[in-house]
Structure formats: structure tokens, C-alpha cells
Nanobody
Framework: QVQLVESGGGLVQAGDSLRLICATS????????MAWFRQAPGKEHELIAA????????YYVNPVKGRFTISRDNAENTVSLQINSLKPEDTAVYYC????????????????WGQGTQVTVSA
């Protein structure tokens, strides 16, 4: 049984930092590209960062470039998202997702999802 479990969310103030971690089990982790999506109320899932199987290729959506850093540990089967300089508009539920081989922007093409972790940023 494949499981993705996110942790690290919370209520923070603008300018603070958070580190989200997604722990995976039940899949051959190195065979999967990993991604972080977020979903704000009333909006669709938005891809914000992705990383290929080796960590050698990463992608960031423009609003988070320079503030967010995605990384993975293939020995620990985890993927992390370091979030710096948080803004109120970063408030959302953050999800990690796994897709075999390569990452794409379309959320519905991912194979496995976590349950999400809430990030709330106050002004």
C-alpha cells in the first residue's frame, strides 16, 4: 500500500519560514518524480515545485522562485519543500504527489497523493 504523508505545515506570520516534509512508503521511490502542489480555497490544485528522480532537475512556478526549494532524499524516501519569506498569498493546503518517471504540471496525471498539510500565513 502506497502512502504519502505530509508534515510541517502550520500558522505562521508573513516573512517566516517552514519546511514541509513528505514521507513515502510502499513505492520504489527512485522511480518517481515528486511534486508539491497547493490548493487555496475555491481554486484548483496548483503545481508549485517538482523534482525528477535523481534530484538533478527541478521546476518552480514563477511566484515561488527564489523562496521555495524542493529536495529529495532517495535513501530516506522523502521529499521536502523549504519555504522562506512566506506571504499571505501562500496560504493553502500543500500536497505532495508522485508520478512515475517524469513530472508534469497537470495534477490529474499524478499517481499518488498525500492527504495535505495546511499552511496559513497571517499578514
Amino acid at each position: 500500500q502506497v502512502q504519502l504523508v505530509e508534515s510541517g505545515g502550520g500558522l505562521v506570520q508573513a516573512g517566516d519560514s517552514l519546511r514541509l516534509i513528505c514521507a513515502t512508503s510502499g513505492l520504489t521511490f527512485k522511480n518517481y518524480a515528486m511534486a508539491w502542489f497547493r490548493q487555496a480555497p475555491g481554486k484548483e490544485h496548483e503545481l508549485i515545485a517538482a523534482i525528477n528522480w535523481s534530484g538533478g532537475s527541478t521546476y518552480y512556478v514563477n511566484p515561488v522562485k527564489g523562496r521555495f526549494t524542493i529536495s529529495r532524499d532517495n535513501a530516506e524516501n522523502t521529499v521536502s519543500l523549504q519555504i522562506n519569506s512566506l506571504k499571505p498569498e501562500d496560504t493553502a493546503v500543500y500536497y505532495c504527489a508522485a508520478r512515475v518517471q517524469v513530472y508534469v504540471s497537470r495534477w490529474y496525471e499524478y499517481d499518488y497523493w498525500g492527504q495535505g498539510t495546511q499552511v496559513t500565513v497571517s499578514a
